[in-house]
């Protein structure tokens, strides 16, 4: 089979799985949102449960401020038959969020009640229901967040419409007081995958709180010694118990899932899972850069069951990643770039992992969410975010593929297959118009077909099987919205050849990247030329 089968075979697999992935993210979100009953997730939902959440849900965002923000005809042009999902995506985005422009009154319940629920529910805050109406809860969990970032209410819920943001106002305000996160790790961590403590920590820090020389003082004479038995168990008692210590595991935990190293549930506990993505991303930023950062110099552990890890060195990062420009682009480049580059035998290994990476997320989107103490697993959104990190690694992430799938590019792969199965379509769509193969077909009253097909090589068809007048409007907007479609996808098609042109070899993985970039271009453009 030469490369141009390949690239078809995959693309028309991709296209056929697309609609049974839409069923398990949009009742997550629903959930999420607080229109499902969590409980109700591990439950069988049939179809006309899950339109009457969806429509729920729908309803609120139409009477929402909004609504007027979002040119929602646009939205379903770009999207169609993924529209629901993506408008759901908008609504627990904390990457690119809506913003509010205003807090809701005591008793009030809408969408902008849930979205602050949610929102605070997501870093540990807030407790209670999603769906209650605007409350005494509401208010003082949201004044807890503000106060820890050091700005108003109404501020702090849209600093949380982008988390990093919210992390570099926190970094500023609290952060370099609280520099050192204890925890307790679970009983059945596997103590000999972590380090201990070493001198190296204690110099690390040193350097990192030169301007608070009396915070570090304070850490050496309580926790800084080689002895365990020197060690004061009660001070990491007490620092475990503080509530702002929780607060920073939670926000580093979000990080390290928003970073593609974390995948499991969001709920502050550091077990195995949790500290192994703590070694990776250090790993990570070792292998990536100048950086000679060890994992003793930024965790281990104490005492006990114990650990202290330095916070202020990833709060850093992630303060120096959120003033980076969008990096979608540069990661995708980078990528094909490498591949293009290079041996043939690691393009076979690279083409293998990539493409058994995007089954199995294929096969993971059609999984029930995992339920750890009585937490879901959250879906991954946070593109934005996601890519801005993963930029200081794109020159490595390449060759970690080759080697094998890793949690980090097992993530690399999703997100670019969260554009892909999109892409995908819109692709196919522009293929089939330019081939006069895409017709619109609807059906009046009495089951007669209305049937327009266009091309760029021959008129128009147009066969009604109807006379009434409404029927006939009816078809004629499909038609109209098939129209701004095709513009969309015949964008995607463009940019896409533009992109191949002079390539080399096109294998799958290539096209697969160079469509993905065409596609994020196109959305980005669409957004202002769509009337």
Not at 394 to 410: D, H, L, R, Y
Not at 425 to 436: E, P, S
Request: proline letters at 2%.
């Amino acid at each position: 089979m030469d490369e141009v089968d390949e690239i078809l075979v995959n693309a028309e697999r991709l296209y056929v799985s697309n609609d049974s992935e839409r069923l398990l993210p949009k009742v997550q979100m629903l959930t999420d949102l607080g229109y499902i009953n969590i409980d109700l997730i591990f439950e069988p939902l049939i179809e006309n449960q899950l339109v009457t959440f969806f429509n729920a849900f729908y309803n609120d965002f139409l009477c929402s401020e909004f609504a007027i923000k979002i040119d929602l005809p646009k939205m379903e042009a770009m999207y169609r038959e993924q529209f629901d999902l993506k408008l759901l995506e908008v609504a627990i985005d904390m990457d690119e969020g809506l913003k509010v422009t205003k807090l809701p009154k005591m008793g009030e319940q809408n969408l902008v009640t849930r979205i602050i629920h949610y929102r605070l529910a997501l870093i540990g805050m807030y407790t209670g229901p999603i769906d209650l109406y605007f409350n005494a809860l509401s208010y003082s969990t949201l004044e807890k967040a503000a106060n820890y970032v050091g700005k108003s209410k109404l501020e702090t819920i849209n600093l949380l419409s982008d988390f990093q943001a919210y992390t570099e106002a926190f970094l500023v305000e609290t952060g370099y007081k609280n520099s050192v996160v204890v925890f307790k790790a679970e009983a059945d961590i596997d103590r000999t995958k972590f380090p201990e403590y070493r001198g190296q920590f204690k110099r690390q820090l040193r350097d990192d709180l030169a301007d608070y020389p009396d915070e570090f003082e304070r850490l050496k004479e309580n926790i800084f010694f080689l002895n365990d038995d020197k060690v004061k168990e009660d001070f990491l008692l007490s620092r475990e118990s503080d509530e702002i210590n929780s607060f920073m595991l939670r926000l580093i935990q979000i990080h390290q899932w928003m970073s593609g190293h974390y995948n499991g549930a969001l709920d502050s506990t550091y077990g195995n899972k949790t500290l192994e993505s703590l070694l990776e991303i250090i790993d990570c930023y070792k292998e990536s850069s100048s950086n000679n950062i060890i994992p003793e110099a930024v965790f281990g552990r104490v005492k006990n069951d114990y650990y202290i890890f330095n916070s202020l060195f990833f709060l850093k990062n992630y303060k120096e990643e959120n003033h980076s420009q969008d990096k979608i682009f540069d990661v995708l480049d980078t990528i094909s770039d490498a591949y293009q580059n290079a041996k043939n035998d690691d393009k076979k290994r690279f083409s293998t992992n990539f493409q058994n990476g995007i089954e199995n997320e294929k096969n993971q989107t059609l999984k029930i969410p995992e339920k750890r103490n009585g937490t879901m697993r959250r879906l991954f959104l946070g593109i934005r975010t996601f890519f801005k990190k993963a930029f200081r690694f794109a020159k490595k992430i390449f060759s970690w593929i080759v080697k094998g799938i890793s949690s980090f590019t097992g993530n690399v792969i999703r997100m670019i297959y969260a554009f892909l199965k999109e892409a995908i379509q819109h692709f196919i769509a522009g293929v089939k118009f330019l081939l006069g193969k895409l017709p619109t077909i609807t059906l009046s009253h009495d089951k007669k077909a209305n049937y327009s097909n266009f091309d760029l090589d021959k008129d128009g068809i147009n066969v009604f099987g109807t006379s009434n007048k409404m029927e006939v409007q009816a078809h004629i907007k499909e038609v109209w919205n098939n129209i701004h479609s095709m513009s969309f996808s015949l964008n995607v098609v463009s940019l896409l050849i533009t992109a191949i042109s002079g390539a080399n070899i096109i294998g799958w993985p290539f096209f697969a990247l160079k469509l993905v970039a065409a596609f994020k271009r196109t959305i980005e453009s669409y957004k202002l030329t769509l009337i």
